[in-house]
C-alpha cells in the first residue's frame, strides 16, 4: 500500500524534472552573451529544448518553452533588480519577484511558440527545422517589438563572434536568431540533419564577410568617462566635483570630436545656471572656434513643455542653434510612465521618470567631415530604428554614436551585454559606433564590428582613439530603412501558416 501510493509523487517529480533542466539550461547559454566566445552554448541549449518539445504534447510544450524562457531571461536581466533595489529604494523580496514576474511574462511568447511546433510538426527534419526557426523569430519579434518592446538577450546577440555574424548586414539580429533556432532544431533531428546544421555552421565560418560600404575619412575622438556612482549623480555635494571634471575633459580634449555619455551634465539648463553660473555659455564658447565640436548627454525642457532625454551638438556651425537629439525609444519606468502603472514609478526614487519623446528619425551631427548619429543608452537595442536613418545614402550618417548611462545596474554583466549589442549594431549598418558611458563600456567598434579602443570599466577617464567613417548601405540598411521588421515577420508567418495549413490537411 505505502510503495503503491507513493507511485503518483514519482511520477509529478518525474515530470518537473524537464522543465527544471531547461530552466537551468536557459539560464546558463546566457553565458554566451558577456563571453561570446561561449556561442555554441546557446545553440546546444535550443537544440535540447527542440528535442524536448518535439515528443511533447503542446500544452507540455508550452510549459517547457516558457521554463527555458524564463531562466534565460531571468539570468539575463537579473541586473534590473540593482535598479529597483539600490537605486529605486524598491525592498528587495518585491524587486526580485518583478524581475522573475517580468522574465516569466516575456517567455509567454516562447511557450506558444513551442505548443504550436508540438501541434504542427511533421517528424521530418528540414520542414520541422524550418518550422521551429519561423516560431521561434516569432516570439523574438514579439518579446523585441510588442508593448515597445524588451530585446535584451535576443538570441542573434550571442551570436556576434560566431560564424553567423556574416549574415548580419543581410538579415539583422533576428534574422541571425532564425537560422541559429532553425540549426539547433536540425542538431535534434537526428544525425543526417546534425551533419547538415554542422556543415553550414563550418560554410558560413568560411565565407568572406561582404564589404557593402566605403571608407569615408578618419576621424579622431576622445570619449569621456566620468565613472560617476548612480548614488552620487544627483547628490548636491558631489556635483560640483562632477561638472567640474566633465567641463575639463571637455574642454582640454584635443580631438575633433568629444562625446560625454548620457547626462553627462545631470541637470537641467535652469538648474544648471542656478547651481553653477555660465557653465553652458562657457562650454559654448570653447567649441564655437574652427575644428571643435561636442557632443554632450544632457536633460532638457521644463514643467511646461516636459522633458527629454537629449544630447546637444556645440560646434561653429551650432554657435547660434545647438544641434540637439531627443531619445524616441524611452525605457518603460525609467523614462515614461505605462498607462496603469504610476503608482509603481511614484515607488521608485528615479528623477525625472517620464520624458518625452524626440522624433523617429532625425538628422546627423556634422563633425570634421562626418556625419555622425547619436543614440542614446538602451536605444541601440533597436537596430531598425536606426536603419530608419538610411533610406537616403546621401544623408546617411558615416558614424554611430551611442551615450550611455549602464551606472543603473552596478558592476554586473549588463555591461559587457551592451558592448555586444553595439557591436551587433556595427555589424548590422556597417559603421563605426562610438560609446561614450558613464562608467562602461566606453569604446569604439569598427564597422566589422571589432573592438578597436576601450577604457577599463568603471575607472574616471578619457579614451582617445580614431574611427573610420563609412558610406554606403548594406542590404539590412536599406529595407529595414523602408519596411521595418515587417519582412521577416511576414516570412515567419507565411512559413507557420503553410505549415498550419498542411497540418491540417493532413489531420
Request: some cysteine.
Amino acid at each position: 500500500m505505502f510503495r503503491g501510493a507513493a507511485v503518483p509523487g514519482a511520477a509529478r517529480s518525474r515530470a518537473l524534472v524537464w522543465p527544471l533542466l531547461l530552466a537551468a539550461l536557459g539560464a546558463l547559454q546566457t553565458v554566451a552573451f558577456v563571453h561570446t566566445a561561449a556561442w555554441p552554448l546557446p545553440l546546444l541549449a535550443t537544440a535540447v529544448l527542440a528535442a524536448a518539445v518535439a515528443r511533447a504534447a503542446p500544452g507540455r510544450a508550452a510549459l517547457l518553452g516558457w521554463a527555458f524562457g524564463t531562466g534565460w531571461l531571468a539570468a539575463g536581466t537579473w541586473w534590473l533588480f540593482i535598479s529597483m533595489h539600490r537605486y529605486g529604494a524598491i525592498p528587495a523580496p518585491l524587486a526580485a519577484a518583478a524581475v522573475g514576474l517580468l522574465a516569466a511574462a516575456l517567455s509567454l511568447y516562447l511557450a506558444l511558440a513551442m505548443a504550436a511546433f508540438a501541434r504542427w510538426r511533421t517528424g521530418r527534419a528540414a520542414p520541422d527545422a524550418l518550422l521551429f526557426g519561423a516560431l521561434w523569430t516569432m516570439a523574438e519579434l514579439a518579446r523585441g517589438v510588442l508593448f515597445t518592446g524588451f530585446p535584451w538577450v535576443a538570441s542573434g546577440y550571442a551570436q556576434v563572434d560566431a560564424p553567423l555574424a556574416v549574415l548580419l548586414p543581410w538579415v539583422g539580429v533576428y534574422g541571425v536568431g532564425a537560422v541559429a533556432a532553425a540549426l539547433a532544431a536540425a542538431l535534434a533531428a537526428g544525425w543526417p540533419a546534425r551533419v547538415v546544421a554542422v556543415a553550414a555552421l563550418g560554410l558560413a565560418a568560411l565565407l568572406p564577410a561582404p564589404d557593402f560600404t566605403r571608407a569615408a575619412g578618419t576621424l579622431d575622438v576622445a570619449l569621456l568617462q566620468p565613472n560617476v556612482a548612480q548614488d552620487d549623480k544627483f547628490a548636491a555635494d558631489r556635483m560640483p566635483e562632477t561638472l567640474a571634471w566633465v567641463a575639463r575633459a571637455l574642454t582640454t580634449a584635443e580631438a575633433p570630436l568629444v562625446i560625454a555619455p548620457e547626462t553627462a551634465v545631470p541637470l537641467l539648463p535652469d538648474q544648471l545656471e542656478d547651481f553653477a553660473p555660465g557653465y553652458w555659455a562657457a562650454l559654448v564658447a570653447h567649441f564655437t572656434p574652427p575644428g571643435r565640436a561636442a557632443l554632450v548627454g544632457v536633460p532638457l525642457g521644463d514643467f511646461r513643455v516636459g522633458y527629454t532625454n537629449s544630447v546637444v551638438g556645440l560646434s561653429e556651425a551650432t554657435a547660434a542653434q545647438p544641434y540637439r537629439y531627443d531619445k524616441h525609444h524611452l525605457v518603460p519606468f525609467g523614462e515614461f510612465i505605462p498607462p496603469g502603472f504610476r503608482w509603481f514609478t511614484d515607488a521608485m526614487n528615479i528623477p525625472l521618470g517620464d520624458f518625452n519623446r524626440g522624433p523617429l528619425v532625425a538628422p546627423s551631427f556634422a563633425a570634421a567631415g562626418q556625419r555622425i548619429a547619436p543614440n542614446i543608452c538602451y536605444e541601440d537595442l533597436f537596430g531598425e530604428e536606426l536603419a530608419r536613418r538610411f533610406l537616403d545614402p546621401a544623408t546617411a550618417p558615416t558614424m554611430l554614436a551611442n551615450v550611455s548611462n549602464i551606472g543603473w545596474f552596478g558592476d554586473t554583466v549588463a555591461v559587457p551585454q551592451h558592448l555586444a549589442i553595439s557591436r551587433v549594431r556595427s555589424l548590422e549598418l556597417q559603421r563605426p559606433m562610438l560609446r561614450a558611458t558613464n562608467t562602461g563600456a566606453t569604446a569604439v567598434v569598427d564597422h566589422r564590428g571589432r573592438v578597436t579602443a576601450q577604457l577599463a570599466p568603471f575607472t574616471r577617464d578619457v579614451l582617445s582613439a580614431q574611427a573610420e567613417g563609412r558610406d554606403g548601405v548594406t542590404p539590412y540598411a536599406w529595407w529595414a530603412a523602408r519596411a521595418g521588421l515587417w519582412p521577416l515577420a511576414v516570412l515567419a508567418a507565411a512559413a507557420v501558416l503553410w505549415r498550419a495549413i498542411v497540418s491540417g490537411r493532413r489531420g
